[in-house]
């Protein structure tokens, strides 16, 4: 996990934790972070992940529709592997670009910043209140564990296909365009592992809302 973790944003900066040095930082923020603008976002992302896994098993189900011409081979996986690390190399960089864009210039901020940082964040749209509970916390463990077996599961899920002779060597049907929007999935684990870890996210925040959020001077 990162050792520096996105909380917030307030009054033109963004705000972080160091949890390895125990202090709250800030930098200016990327003009592409709005909360404000973004309030939304976060259902609107479960609506569009929703959609895209039912689209994929509508299409899937109808896959022997030829939509495309030509058979899976060992180039067309090249092809996809190369697509999916193109489509997570992009949305991993992007995020980074917009939540960490000044983070080297980061300078000490205030618990009056953190608490605004905290009060601004998005995550909070998902619930009815702005109070970490423990069934947050598991909230966050299920989604987390939920997107790394996914990931882990569409190559076993993958093998075993083609080891019944569905996949190399078969007509290409309309499955490609939800088999081509895989790079995402392993974005998000990406994103709720390392860019934007909630489970650390509501750690640290649940122990500044417990006022045992202990901070360190400077060194």
Do not use: C
Request: no cysteine.
């Amino acid at each position: 996990m990162k050792k520096i973790i996105y909380i917030g944003e307030t009054a033109g900066y963004t705000v972080y934790f160091d949890r390895k040095r125990k202090q709250i930082l800030k930098s200016k923020k990327s003009q592409w972070l709005s909360n404000k603008k973004t309030r939304n976002n976060s259902k609107v992302i479960i609506l569009i992940l929703i959609a895209i896994i039912l689209g994929g098993s509508v299409l899937t189900f109808f896959g022997k529709d030829q939509f495309f011409t030509g058979e899976y081979t060992i180039g067309m996986l090249f092809f996809l592997i190369l697509f999916w690390i193109f489509e997570f190399s992009f949305l991993a960089t992007l995020t980074h670009r917009i939540l960490y864009k000044d983070i080297k210039n980061a300078e000490k901020a205030t618990k009056k910043e953190f608490r605004n940082a905290v009060q601004n964040n998005n995550i909070w749209n998902i619930f009815n209140n702005k109070k970490v509970t423990i069934t947050k916390k598991i909230f966050a463990w299920i989604l987390t564990l939920l997107f790394l077996s996914m990931t882990m599961g569409f190559f076993f899920i993958l093998f075993k296909i083609n080891e019944q002779g569905s996949f190399l060597g078969s007509p290409i049907g309309s499955e490609l365009i939800p088999l081509s929007l895989f790079g995402i999935l392993p974005y998000i684990a990406f994103y709720l592992v390392w860019q934007n870890n909630l489970i650390g996210w509501f750690n640290v925040v649940g122990s500044y809302q417990k006022r045992k959020l202990e901070e360190r001077k400077n060194e």
